[in-house]
């Protein structure tokens, strides 16, 4: 795990990352742990602050307020490249993806540029999920394929790894999206930079602890994406 750091975005998360950072630290001792926290109320951000000072594996970005996933995830990868990782994980903190499965990626990305932890290349491994969520989900992916013409079973998933050279042929600064079209926009724009896109399978575990930040607003903006980033694709404007 050496020259790798996982971004971690917060809102309102003290009670998750309190038990994750521990949890990272033990498992992979080489492995830098960046939270980028958007001022949460709860004391996210000042907590990890707290232990930045204390452990030079921890790092914190302090947002002004609630500016959403994408450009978290966007402030997080420029930090990394800054820095000179040379490997970006990303993941949720709410434990809905399993700290165990990153040196699984890590292992992967040997012969490729972006791992995709992925929830239905091998079925469908969601648990504790509601019926109507797991379907939106699983027909979201579907709709994503046939629009973009992108064989990636999970497009909108979340816990992925970046080799660095793929970030860096990404404009990070336009990157807008949030949430789901995040996802498939990060995805496309590394395939269609040519790069090696790779998916293994993961267990998606539904948090237990902490509050969703799914909205209908996420859903429509994914909706829409896709058919964005055909068309910038076919005008050669991506």
């Known amino acids: 795990m050496k020259n790798s750091i996982v971004v971690i975005p917060t809102y309102n998360e003290l009670a998750n990352i309190k038990k994750l ?36 594996r921890v790092h914190v970005l302090q947002r002004n307020g609630k500016m959403g996933l994408g450009t978290a995830y966007a402030d997080g990868f420029k930090y990394m490249l800054q820095k000179g990782y040379e490997f970006a994980f990303q ?28 929830r239905y290349v ?37 816990f992925k790894c970046f080799r660095r050279r793929v970030l860096e042929s990404i404009d990070l600064s ?7 079209a995040f996802q498939i926009e990060m995805n496309f724009k590394a395939w269609k930079n040519g790069w090696k896109l790779k998916e293994i399978p993961i267990i998606f575990i539904d948090r237990v602890e902490g509050t969703s930040k799914m909205s209908k607003k996420i859903v429509y903006e994914a909706v829409w994406m896709v058919w964005k980033l055909r068309l910038r694709s076919i005008i050669g404007k991506l």
Request: glycine share 8%.
């Open 174 to 180: 336009k990157i807008k999206s949030n949430g789901y």
């Open 91 to 118: 993941m949720d903190a709410d434990f809905s993806h399993d700290p165990k499965d990153l040196i699984r990626m890590h292992n992967a990305i040997a012969d490729y540029d972006l791992i995709i932890g992925s």
């Open 21 to 56: 950072i521990p949890i990272l630290n033990d498992l992979y001792p080489e492995l830098h742990i960046l939270v980028v926290d958007d001022n949460s109320p709860d004391g996210t951000g000042n907590y990890v602050k707290e232990l930045s000072e204390k452990d030079e």
């Open 122 to 158: 091998d079925g469908v491994n969601v648990v504790n999920w509601p019926m109507r969520r797991l379907l939106l989900s699983y027909f979201a992916n579907k709709y994503s394929r046939i629009v973009t013409g992108m064989k990636v079973c999970d497009g909108t998933g979340g």
